[in-house]
């Protein structure tokens, strides 16, 4: 994303929520949820294709590195020291790169549990992740859950019991993979809330990819599987492009219409991830699966109300 990009949308988010007409701020939050909804539909194809990928023979890791070496390209024109002075200097130089590290090892978890698991499995236990970031947050950023709201996780959590069932024979191994992700992406997202309070977001979104490639590139010769064919090129393209592009919609949607409008859109990711394991891979979503997700977006749908409830309390 490009820094004219970056100020239009800090631009467009003031007047917004100050002077613009009730119809045009309806306006702005539909196109906002058609945002969200796009995004949600390219991270499904993201997925997609790295299973594709990952079917094929294709390591995962080499599909991780071709993602983050793309996606660091395309921020790298925009966002470099030349276009944007001191983008480089961060004020938590350290929580940075554990920032990066993590987002690419939540990816790699992510590509290598595709290649065993069905994409609803993967992204139904992935809906844990705001539920573990709710309830980490307490203890390391100070704010604390009420009692309805613990109980909400908890509950949100049987989801991945559910459809794992430890001990019960009923999942592939590699779901312990998905829970890893869930668990590193919770520290990611925890790691990101805290950054915004030193770093801008030019300078956050400039080492995002960074630490992961850095260590990675040296790993590649003993990784590296040379695609069969141009389908397996294109492949990879579209992972680093699905990507990128769902990350950006997914900023120009939050410029155009509330957090808490935007996120139960986010649950219709589900619906893509179904129908293109149905389509590309003729899988079918076991009822536990069903279940499991039914429960995590319910618990996740819950939280979101108590939330937009606690905020909007005061103003009233």
Same mark, same amino acid.
Request: aromatic fraction near 10%.
């Given at each position: 994303?490009?820094?004219?990009?970056?100020?239009?949308?800090?631009?467009?988010?003031?007047?917004?929520?100050?002077?613009?007409?009730?119809?045009?701020?309806?306006?702005?939050?539909?196109?906002?949820?058609?945002?969200?909804?796009?995004?949600?539909?390219?991270?499904?194809?993201?997925?997609?294709?790295?299973?594709?990928?990952?079917?094929?023979?294709?390591?995962?890791?080499?599909?991780?590195?071709?993602?983050?070496?793309?996606?660091?390209?395309?921020?790298?024109?925009?966002?470099?020291?030349?276009?944007?002075?001191?983008?480089?200097?961060?004020?938590?130089?350290?929580?940075?790169?554990?920032?990066?590290?993590?987002?690419?090892?939540?990816?790699?978890?992510?590509?290598?549990?595709?290649?065993?698991?069905? @994409?609803?499995?993967? *992204?139904?236990?992935?809906? =844990?992740?705001?539920?573990?970031? #709710? &309830? !980490?947050?307490?203890?390391? %950023?100070?704010?604390?859950?009420?009692?309805?709201?613990?109980?909400?996780?908890?509950?949100?959590?049987?989801?991945?019991?559910?459809?794992?069932?430890?001990?019960?024979?009923?999942?592939?191994?590699?779901?312990?993979?998905?829970?890893?992700?869930?668990?590193?992406?919770?520290?990611?997202?925890?790691?990101?809330?805290?950054?915004?309070?030193?770093?801008?977001?030019?300078?956050?979104?400039?080492?995002?990819?960074?630490?992961?490639?850095?260590?990675?590139?040296? @790993?590649?010769?003993? *990784?590296?599987?040379?695609? =069969?064919?141009?389908?397996?090129? #294109? &492949? !990879?393209?579209?992972?680093? %492009?699905?990507?990128?592009?769902?990350?950006?919609?997914?900023?120009?949607?939050?410029?155009?219409?509330?957090?808490?409008?935007?996120?139960?859109?986010?649950?219709?990711?589900?619906?893509?991830?179904?129908?293109?394991?149905?389509?590309?891979?003729?899988?079918?979503?076991?009822?536990?699966?069903?279940?499991?997700?039914?429960?995590?977006?319910?618990?996740?749908?819950?939280?979101?109300?108590?939330?937009?409830?606690?905020?909007?309390?005061?103003?009233?």
């Amino acid at each position: 994303m490009s820094t004219q990009v970056a100020t239009s949308v800090a631009n467009d988010m003031g007047p917004a929520r100050v002077a613009l007409s009730p119809d045009l701020v309806r306006r702005r939050r539909i196109v906002g949820i058609a945002l969200m909804c796009g995004a949600v539909a390219f991270f499904a194809g993201l997925d997609a294709s790295a299973k594709t990928l990952s079917r094929a023979g294709v390591d995962p890791l080499v599909t991780t590195f071709m993602r983050y070496a793309a996606s660091v390209a395309m921020i790298s024109l925009f966002i470099n020291p030349v276009r944007t002075p001191g983008v480089v200097k961060s004020r938590r130089l350290t929580l940075q790169i554990v920032r990066s590290l993590l987002l690419f090892a939540s990816t790699a978890l992510n590509f290598l549990a595709l290649r065993y698991l069905q @994409l609803a499995e993967t *992204i139904s236990i992935q809906f =844990a992740a705001p539920l573990t970031v #709710a &309830l !980490l947050a307490g203890p390391l %950023l100070g704010e604390w859950s009420s009692r309805a709201r613990m109980v909400a996780i908890g509950v949100g959590f049987l989801d991945v019991l559910v459809i794992v069932r430890p001990g019960l024979g009923g999942m592939h191994p590699a779901a312990l993979l998905c829970v890893a992700n869930v668990v590193v992406y919770a520290f990611y997202a925890i790691i990101t809330r805290k950054l915004a309070a030193y770093d801008s977001t030019a300078t956050t979104m400039f080492y995002t990819g960074l630490a992961g490639l850095a260590l990675m590139a040296p @790993l590649l010769p003993w *990784i590296w599987t040379s695609p =069969a064919n141009l389908t397996h090129w #294109a &492949l !990879l393209i579209a992972v680093a %492009l699905f990507g990128t592009i769902g990350h950006w919609l997914l900023v120009l949607a939050h410029a155009r219409a509330p957090a808490n409008v935007l996120a139960p859109f986010i649950y219709t990711q589900l619906l893509w991830s179904v129908t293109l394991g149905f389509v590309l891979f003729g899988d079918v979503p076991s009822r536990w699966t069903v279940a499991g997700a039914m429960i995590v977006v319910g618990s996740g749908l819950y939280l979101l109300a108590q939330e937009t409830i606690r905020r909007d309390r005061p103003a009233a």
